[in-house]
DNA sequence: GAGCCGCATGTAAACGTTTTCAGGTCCCCC
DNA sequence: GGGGGACCTGAAAACGTTTACATGCGGCTC
């Protein structure tokens, strides 16, 4: 025993059970008051720091044991500056949407992996969503944030980057702002699907785009029209409709190309839910795919292969997007002041029987 | 002007910027000096405290606007008791089941309606990973968690009940407490499902179940049995194989079937990932659905419509059970103590061409 | 043997809130 | 004109940490 000036106990508050009915969590000073030291002392066991002798943090160590001891990320997070709240955001347009959900596994595995918790948010496709979101992890003060901008010039977002605060942009880009940023070549896939299709000899290839606000869409916009534009072929401005990136958009504008006087032969669809969408009201008027109408998607799909017929897509690599997302941002918590990086990774064509 | 005993501002500190070199956020404190008030003032404004005078409210009301005020969660969690915190957890299996997708949708609409925010976690169906999410959730202070329990006798889940934190399950039930629970009937669903193969004249009939030691897998089990045995059908163990509710297992599980002396000529699945992995199986074999193989599902999806071919499910109302099972945990988070209810919704089966 | 240094530990401030309690002002009434 | 509410507001404690600083002790050096 060290002997210390302890003089014992100062508060033995028999009243430590809270509200709910439960035992009262230990705090610090709990533990401090069971091992005879100051909560210093414990902190410091705590935190690995090498400043306590041996014996003093054997009795320490037994106490916190005792009492099953976990520490507070709430006070920790209050007292602590920046980046070390082990807590980072995700905001996501929909996570029913496949795409979507693969970035978000690769985003939490590579969070588990470090021992992040994950706050994970929806935001609908919709501004008011993201900006109520956004408001919650700052407020949380999350170490870090990892997003697709709802537009390219999202001034929630780029009010949140001038703040200080880490931000990664995925799969979407942002003009006003440099932050890091993990996209996919969606021109270059864009350009493969539509020059597959015009390989297949279609000229009167459809475009079924989403929000043209979006920097995605618009970069697939222009692989569709570049690939036409390089075999001479004149584009057709009613061939080309926007959607939402939602699956009842794509029924319905599926529906609006057959319905026109000159339909096209083949379809170009710039996400996985306008291109399920399509082929649902393919089915429903017992067209014919690929032979009376060839389609080619964006984003692969798990069950792509179950699918009737299994459509020909760009298949993004996801996972990857939001696993090389998720470690830029640890990089960047680590050193906030390290110049931006984009990384860019390149998806790939895989043909099957819709086209 | 009030003429109260103000001395000035104490605290004229220059450097109020942080290490990132971003402003510092404003503090109760900013706009109590701003406004000339102390910091209980502006905090009886900011929580409608009927006790201030409208003058007063409005300089201080001011002062918020014009440094842009944003209290932070994350003092004010720790100073408050329960309940506050206005953030919740929710723990899945995997964002990319489509069946837990839905839910979490369900949860998430329901939470945002109540200004909540969703810590979201995938367990992966590995009871490691759901602890360490368990023990973030306390150690954050959330106000209350959904999640479906590993098995019945989740030892984890049940620790952090028995602490007083408010818990409501999902779709999964557990043995030894009683918590809040929405389910589903599993075994009313399985038994129409199985009943319908029946009636189509089958009557060897296999089963790909789950983990046993799940609930719902364990009552789908026993609604086949049931429906078998109410027609005098003997089952035949070997068409009984148990996966882990994982597309690749349905793939498996199928193949073995099929591999079978006396192959069954009707297979019931009992998760939508193990259907689609099965259907897999049946287009790389060849095999004909329903000619050759009738094949009924649990779960809907959502693009089901596309799939080749269409496969008859029972019908979960996922998004239900979700948005019905964050209701109850902010009841269960006004009023501790208000005793248990189970909620049971009921399935519906949706006949495709499948079966 | 006095001063000094280093080291282990304790003390207390700080993070940003909410809330209890006390104080101060004003008004009313006897 | 003084006693007493009613009503606002301010001071300060508390929540559970981390950490800069103070303290005390032992051993070393001259």
């Given at each position: 025993?060290k002997?210390?000036g302890?003089?014992?106990?100062?508060?033995?508050d028999p009243?430590?059970?809270?509200a709910?009915?439960?035992?009262h969590?230990?705090?610090?000073?709990?533990?401090a008051?069971?091992?005879?030291v100051s909560?210093?002392?414990?902190?410091?066991?705590?935190?690995?720091?090498d400043?306590?002798?041996?014996?003093?943090?054997?009795?320490?160590?037994q106490?916190?044991r005792?009492?099953?001891y976990?520490?507070?990320?709430?006070?920790r997070r209050?007292?602590?500056k920046d980046?070390?709240?082990?807590?980072?955001?995700?905001?996501?347009?929909d996570?029913?949407?496949p795409?979507?959900?693969?970035?978000?596994?690769g985003?939490?595995d590579a969070?588990?992996?470090?021992?992040?918790?994950?706050?994970?948010?929806n935001?609908d496709?919709n501004?008011?969503k993201e900006?109520?979101?956004?408001?919650?992890?700052?407020?949380?003060s999350v170490?870090?944030?990892?997003?697709?901008?709802f537009?390219?010039?999202?001034?929630?977002v780029?009010d949140l980057?001038?703040?200080?605060?880490?931000?990664?942009?995925v799969?979407?880009?942002l003009?006003k702002?440099?932050?890091?940023?993990?996209e996919?070549d969606n021109?270059?896939?864009?350009?493969?699907?539509?020059n597959?299709?015009?390989?297949?000899?279609?000229t009167?290839?459809?475009?079924?785009?989403?929000?043209?606000?979006?920097s995605?869409?618009r970069e697939?916009?222009?692989?569709y029209?570049?690939?036409?534009?390089?075999?001479?072929?004149?584009?057709?401005?009613?061939?080309?409709?926007?959607?939402?990136?939602k699956?009842?958009?794509?029924?319905?504008?599926?529906?609006?190309l057959?319905?026109l006087?000159?339909?096209?032969?083949?379809?170009?669809?710039?996400n996985?839910?306008?291109?399920?969408?399509?082929?649902?009201?393919?089915?429903?008027?017992?067209?014919r795919?690929?032979?009376?109408?060839?389609?080619?998607?964006?984003?692969?799909i798990?069950?792509?292969?179950?699918?009737?017929?299994?459509?020909?897509?760009?298949r993004?690599?996801?996972?990857?997007?939001?696993r090389?997302?998720?470690?830029?941002l640890?990089?960047?918590?680590?050193?906030?002041?390290?110049p931006?990086?984009?990384?860019?990774?390149?998806?790939?064509?895989?043909?099957?029987?819709s086209?």
């Amino acid at each position: 025993m060290k002997s210390t000036g302890q003089g014992g106990s100062k508060r033995t508050d028999p009243k430590r059970e809270d509200a709910k009915g439960g035992r009262h969590m230990a705090s610090l000073r709990d533990v401090a008051e069971r091992a005879n030291v100051s909560i210093a002392t414990v902190s410091r066991v705590l935190n690995q720091s090498d400043k306590v002798v041996p014996e003093t943090r054997g009795t320490v160590e037994q106490a916190l044991r005792d009492l099953g001891y976990r520490p507070s990320r709430v006070a920790r997070r209050l007292r602590m500056k920046d980046g070390r709240a082990h807590l980072v955001g995700l905001i996501i347009p929909d996570i029913q949407n496949p795409f979507y959900a693969e970035i978000a596994r690769g985003v939490e595995d590579a969070a588990y992996a470090a021992r992040y918790a994950l706050l994970l948010c929806n935001s609908d496709e919709n501004l008011e969503k993201e900006r109520f979101y956004l408001e919650v992890m700052r407020d949380e003060s999350v170490d870090g944030i990892v997003l697709p901008p709802f537009n390219e010039t999202d001034e929630a977002v780029i009010d949140l980057v001038n703040t200080g605060m880490p931000v990664v942009c995925v799969d979407r880009s942002l003009s006003k702002a440099k932050t890091d940023l993990v996209e996919v070549d969606n021109y270059g896939g864009a350009l493969a699907a539509v020059n597959h299709l015009l390989d297949k000899g279609h000229t009167q290839i459809g475009l079924i785009e989403g929000r043209t606000q979006v920097s995605t869409s618009r970069e697939r916009r222009r692989g569709y029209l570049d690939a036409l534009a390089a075999r001479g072929v004149t584009v057709r401005k009613e061939l080309i409709r926007a959607g939402d990136f939602k699956q009842e958009s794509g029924r319905v504008l599926m529906n609006e190309l057959l319905d026109l006087k000159r339909p096209p032969s083949a379809v170009f669809v710039v996400n996985s839910l306008m291109t399920v969408g399509a082929l649902a009201a393919l089915h429903q008027r017992a067209v014919r795919v690929p032979q009376e109408m060839a389609v080619a998607g964006f984003d692969d799909i798990p069950w792509a292969e179950a699918l009737d017929p299994p459509p020909t897509v760009v298949r993004q690599p996801a996972y990857e997007v939001g696993r090389q997302a998720m470690e830029l941002l640890l990089k960047r918590i680590m050193e906030p002041s390290r110049p931006a990086v984009t990384v860019r990774l390149v998806p790939e064509l895989v043909i099957r029987r819709s086209t």
